[in-house]
């Protein structure tokens, strides 16, 4: 599933193409209704009909497009994509959205596993109180994250994927964290030093950022604007490294094992339990 920077560079892709926009009408190319979470397609086109775009962000995993009044909201999962044209008739069947613009042209909802959806908010009253801490906010430092592990007795891998917690982390993000920080992941929360709190809550938001210099990380299906990919793998220092000597240590092999069912990578040398 992509990730913040993965997230950050398909907002980026399609933030000019909608900006100061207008809506002319949204279409369900591929019929498969499921797409649209929170309005079926008429009522959809009726809150967002020529209402000017303002902005287009991200929160958490969430791409939100800003109208005039009200906001669209979309959640890629694992291979949501948005492109600006429909290459052949092997890929149509794959479009569950278009956005008709009215500069005449379309943006394209492309979703191979269908697990991607389309919301309509009002307001952010809902996410902001889903989603937690934006690690690259000002918010994000030393005293939160000690105050948030010193309350939870969780393994520190599976607090770090909770997004009521920190919005936007993930998989790939989360063991290049604990590897560049030195903490085992199985390491329960409230028994996590301070000095490695500190490591943490510098190395989190410094991997994000280069991440989002190299459009994200593309390892399978991850791809941005008419099939771009992410270059960060090549800057990955633990994941998917399973057997592959830690480029710290230079003794151990990274190791993987599940934590919350989720493959995990660390050097059992450098993040001793």
């Known amino acids: 599933m992509p990730e913040l920077p993965e997230v950050q560079a398909v907002v980026d892709s399609i933030k000019p193409l909608f900006l100061s926009r207008k809506i002319i009408e949204i279409k369900n190319p591929n019929s498969y209704k499921s797409v649209f979470a929170t309005h079926s397609l008429e009522k959809l086109n009726g809150l967002v009909l020529n209402k000017r775009i303002k902005n287009v ?52 909802y492309k979703d191979y596993r269908k697990f991607g959806r389309i919301y309509y908010f009002n307001d952010l009253n809902y996410l902001e ?30 607090k770090l994927l909770d997004q009521s917690f920190i919005a936007g982390l993930g998989n790939i993000y989360v063991d290049e964290s ?11 929360s409230d028994t996590i030093s301070g000095i490695k709190i500190r490591r943490l809550s510098d190395a989190i938001p410094m991997i994000l950022k280069k991440a ?23 800057k990955l220092n633990v994941f ?34």
């Open 57 to 108: 962000f991200r929160k958490g995993k969430y791409i939100l497009i800003e109208l005039e009044s009200g906001y669209l909201a979309v959640h890629l999962r694992m291979t949501g994509n948005f492109k600006t044209s429909s290459d052949n008739e092997s890929d149509a069947k794959h479009i569950s959205v278009e956005f008709i613009l009215d500069n005449k042209k379309s943006v394209y």
């Open 240 to 273: 998917g490294k399973t057997g592959e000597v830690c480029i710290r240590c230079k003794k151990s092999k990274i190791v993987k094992i599940f934590v919350s069912q989720r493959g995990t990578h660390f050097c059992s040398r450098c993040q001793k339990k």
């Open 178 to 188: 604990l590897w560049l920080a030195k903490i085992h992941p199985e390491k329960k």
């Open 129 to 158: 109180n889903k989603l937690g801490c934006e690690p690259l906010s000002k918010d994000f430092d030393y005293q939160f994250l000690k105050h948030g592990l010193s309350k939870s007795k969780s393994m520190i891998k599976s």
């Open 212 to 234: 989002i210099e190299h459009n994200g990380t593309t390892i399978i299906n991850f791809s941005f604007g008419n099939d771009s990919i992410g270059s960060y793998k090549e």
